[in-house]
């Protein structure tokens, strides 16, 4: 009896450690498609560009396996502590998922703005998305090694990346104004812009994930909010 109980224990340990290592290659594939969404803006590739487009599918599919694991555990009766991991499991995965898709649509927006004389403000989204980049690995490394310090300096720097939002914000604006030229190709680069914001959101919900993985409801520590984009006079 106790043989067959230490057998159900390892094997379950050994999908839990599958379903974190499904997690961590669904995220680093994430933040590759993000760094290369980011590359074919700058060099204008319409080709790379498809190709990021086309390479977001696997990490649906990827998040359908997810899906899956988190099923099969579910049915092997979990503790409270393994329900922690699945639930857990299923949000980063969503989050995950989510940074994909803006990856895939800074792409897309990029075709667009390959037909339109180029803009130096391309440089400041290059700026603003690595280190979009730098968040979403660094949070992967944090829920991959239970820190929850780790995740919580991860948390706490997004509104570094909210600051340099707003001001690329203000920036597109003032283009905008300045040149009426300038309105479509700096409005593809407002959504652009904003989509990566919205990447270094998606990281802060990962590593508050973590902390519950590893401390389960006690509260976090208040977060700074610095996105003031939506009371931006214009």
């Known amino acids: 009896m106790n043989e067959q109980y230490n057998h159900i224990v390892k094997s379950l340990d050994d999908e839990q450690r599958a379903l974190q290592g ?20 700058e060099r204008r590739d319409d ?41 857990a499991a299923l949000r980063v995965a969503s989050d995950i998922e989510r940074i994909g898709d803006y990856a895939a649509n800074i792409a897309k927006r990029s075709l667009v703005l390959n037909q339109l004389p180029p803009l130096p403000l391309t440089r400041g989204l290059g700026t603003l998305g690595r280190m979009a980049v730098q968040q979403v ?3 992967l490394e944090a829920y991959r090694e239970r820190d929850g ?3 919580l300096r991860v948390r706490a ?15 597109l604006l ?35 994930n973590a902390w519950f993985l590893i401390h389960g409801e006690e509260l976090l520590p208040q977060r700074d909010k ?6 931006t006079a214009v």
Not at 33 to 38: N, P
Not at 226 to 231: A, E, G, K, L, V
């Open 137 to 139: 690995r660094d949070v």
């Open 22 to 41: 499904e997690l961590i290659r669904m995220g680093l594939m994430a933040a590759a498609q993000l760094e290369a969404a980011l590359d074919v803006v």
């Open 226 to 231: 610095r996105d003031d984009s939506n009371t």
């Open 174 to 208: 003032t283009y905008m104004m300045e040149d009426a030229r300038a309105i479509t190709a700096c409005t593809h680069l407002l959504f652009m812009a904003k989509n990566i914001e919205r990447i270094g959101d998606h990281a802060t919900n990962i590593a508050e």
């Open 47 to 87: 080709g790379a560009a498809e190709r990021v487009i086309a390479n977001d599918e696997a990490i649906d599919t990827l998040e359908q396996q997810v899906n899956h694991d988190v099923i099969r555990l579910i049915q092997r009766g979990p503790l409270a502590t393994d329900l922690r991991l699945i639930l």
């Open 157 to 171: 720097r997004d509104a570094e990346l909210d600051t340099l939002y707003t001001g690329l914000f203000r920036e």
């Open 149 to 151: 310090e780790a995740a």
